[in-house]
């Protein structure tokens, strides 16, 4: 799998979330809910190797291809980008809707930014749920691609050829001392 790619569709979609002089957060927070607001959720719609303007096309897909595009608008527009893979807190807060991605991996975008001069860390965008991350985010790994982090790889030894893998994670906050490894 290559990197997101940057083309002509691409630019031309990130163009109206990237307005000039408008401040980074606000450029992040536009482009995940356009994101959000332009595509549908559908699990199973596309694969790893389903490529960004092939999303851009149909309109549709998953967390992973939600992460490729945010990453390729950035990208398009000069910023370092990097694709994310982890979890979502299973409950959510009192309140709030249950997120997607939850209880099974998640993909996101983080992009390098300044927080003040001479200091820059990872913010992260989550373009699925049209918001920016926050502490019910549990980053497993971080990469160029999903070709990086894969959130699993390995073989399986199975008598079917339509043998499917299930997993399902909870994610519950720790209450208690500190533990440390």
Known sequence: MNPP???DAVREYAAPSFLPKRPLVEVLRDLASRIY??????????TISTGVNEVLLAREGVCQDFARLAIACLRANGLAACYVSGYLATDPPP?????????????????WTPQQPGRFEW????????QLVD???IVVGRGRD???VPPLR?????????SVIDVSVD???????????
Do not use: C
């Open 135 to 137: 502490q019910r985010y």
């Open 123 to 130: 913010l992260g965008l989550d373009p699925t749920n049209d």
């Open 146 to 148: 999903y070709a990086d």
């Open 37 to 46: 607001t332009d595509f549908t959720y559908r699990s199973g719609s596309t």
């Open 171 to 181: 994610v519950v906050p720790f209450e208690g001392d500190a533990l440390h490894a």
């Open 95 to 111: 309140g709030k809707d249950r997120m997607i991605g939850i209880d099974a991996t998640h993909a996101w975008a983080s992009v």
């Open 154 to 162: 390995g073989i399986i030894y199975t008598n079917s050829e339509n």
């Open 5 to 7: 790619e940057i083309t």
